[in-house]
């Protein structure tokens, strides 16, 4: 099993106007050299938006399309949170698109209701965890990140096993400036609790709505220490590695999964 190289993308966002963030998202994705997995922000195509009619994509396309051939010029899986409408319902939904063109998704389960999401969206049911190079990763959306038993990194069988389920946790985020501090501070209890690798990447700037974001976009060890350099409020396409044998010693030295509670979800 290799390491994982990881490129994060904090930027501002063109609010409602997909064909500008496409085009500013290939053009920042071309500084990035070699990367395994390339992450954008939530709803990256348009801004936090609870217009959902007006900036919805379908399943299949433009936007999965545009992802597609971009995973293949990158030959790195691209994930991010846009506007999917589906079968009569609007979906917050974080899509995993592989170099060869396959994908996956996952729908933002906790709707922020502060904002009204919640009357826009359909909730998800539940998590993904995908592979990539035998690493095993399970993608989120912002709001999600306040609910640590939705991210809890044990075997939720009947037949209980103590194994972690992942080994790196991703939260894609529109998470403003005046709740920063709380974005920084689960950011690093979920590596920690969880014995992973979180990485957070949030946008920056001014919405329409007249919501600051300073980004604090983050990669985070499983020991809760920061290991990325990308800084609040600035532009930046950041490659980090993670490595395994990092992980695999300290869960070793530090079995604290034997002593997890059991417990199930019920939806």
Known sequence: MKNLIVSIIQTSLHWQNRAANLKHFEKLMAQIDKSNLIVLPEMFTSGFTMQAKQVADVVDGEVLQWMQSMAFK????????????????????????????????YNKRHLFRMANENEHYAEGKSRLIAKLHDWRICPLVCYDLRFPAWSR??????????THQYDVLIYVANWPE???????????????????????VNRIGLDRNDINYTGDSMVISPLGEIISKTKANE?????????IDELNDYRTAFPAINDADEFEIHI
Do not use: M
């Open 153 to 162: 990194n044990v075997n939720w069988s009947k037949t209980f096993e103590q």
């Open 74 to 105: 990158k030959e790195a899986v691209i994930i991010g949170s846009v506007v999917i409408e589906e079968a009569g319902n609007f979906y917050n939904r974080l899509l995993w698109v592989n170099p060869d063109g396959t994908f996956t998704h």
């Open 235 to 243: 532009e930046s396409v950041e490659t980090i590695t993670l490595n």
């Open 178 to 200: 005046r709740r920063s501090h709380a974005w920084k501070s689960l950011l690093v209890a979920r590596a920690i609790e969880n014995q992973c690798y979180v990485i957070g």
